[in-house]
């Protein structure tokens, strides 16, 4: 069975610029979430969605805004770019969002580099 | 601010000895969630213990939940070279609406000598 799937594996963007990522759940999984991790540091939570719904937002700004499609595949959308938007998108699937109980499968991530 | 703070920040030991590494948290959280990930790859799940529970095994490993020192410890017993890797905790709390907000601490980054 295919693992969450992420595209593209890197990118490049210029400041100002904006960006689209893109995460393919594990089959069956309902519910993904997105997160930031910069060198250095753990994952910083942005998004979770579930059924289509936003149901968690972390502490990012308004350019950063994402939606999950009917087949639960979900785009990662970032405004406005800045230097210091440059890390490793993670994407994450889960078979449900309730409390966290359920385990998450993450992806490889997509290298954003901001220039 | 990381919620979750994993000490120490980097261990190194020769396989077949133990490896113990810490997450401290500040706040109230409903369970803590233990991951890994071995270089060029993804963050694998390792286990998920709730806020109720005080020790969880799973295979070679141990974690164990003190909910009023606000810490957990993750043990690795008889370490292998392939156990070399960034360990992670991540504590959740519940938002309102029914949100889920999960945070992760910055890793130990675990080096297994064969």
């Known amino acids: 069975d295919a693992g969450v799937t992420q595209s593209p594996t890197h990118l490049i963007k210029t400041r100002g610029q904006h960006v689209t990522l893109r995460c393919s759940p594990i089959?069956?999984?309902?519910?993904v979430s997105w997160y930031q991790r910069v060198l250095g540091q753990g994952p910083q939570f942005i998004f979770q969605y579930y059924e289509k719904e936003e149901r968690g937002r972390g502490n990012f700004p308004d350019r950063f805004s994402a939606r999950q499609f009917p087949n639960y595949s979900s785009e990662l959308n970032v405004n406005a770019l800045l230097l210091g938007d440059s890390a490793l998108y993670l994407c994450?699937?889960?078979?449900?969002?309730?409390?966290?109980?359920?385990?998450?499968?993450f992806g490889p991530g997509t290298r954003l580099t901001v220039t | 601010s990381q919620q979750g703070e994993e000490d120490p920040q980097a261990l190194s030991i020769q396989e077949g000895e133990n490896a113990t590494m810490n997450c401290s948290y500040k706040t109230s959280i409903n369970n803590l969630q233990w991951y890994r990930q071995n270089s060029g790859r993804g963050l694998v799940h390792l286990i998920l213990?709730?806020?109720?529970?005080r020790e969880k095994h799973s295979g070679r490993l141990r974690v164990t939940l003190d909910t009023s020192k606000k810490s957990s410890s993750l043990l690795i017993t008889a370490s292998r070279a392939a156990d070399t890797a960034s360990y992670f905790c991540?504590?959740?709390?519940?938002?309102?609406?029914?949100?889920?907000?999960?945070?992760f601490g910055r890793g130990t980054s675990l080096i297994v000598h064969p």
């Open positions: 994450a699937s889960s078979q449900d969002f309730t409390g966290g109980l359920y385990e998450q499968y």
């Open positions: 089959s069956g999984h309902k519910s």
């Open positions: 213990i709730r806020s109720n529970e």
């Open positions: 991540a504590t959740g709390t519940h938002a309102s609406g029914g949100s889920y907000i999960p945070t």
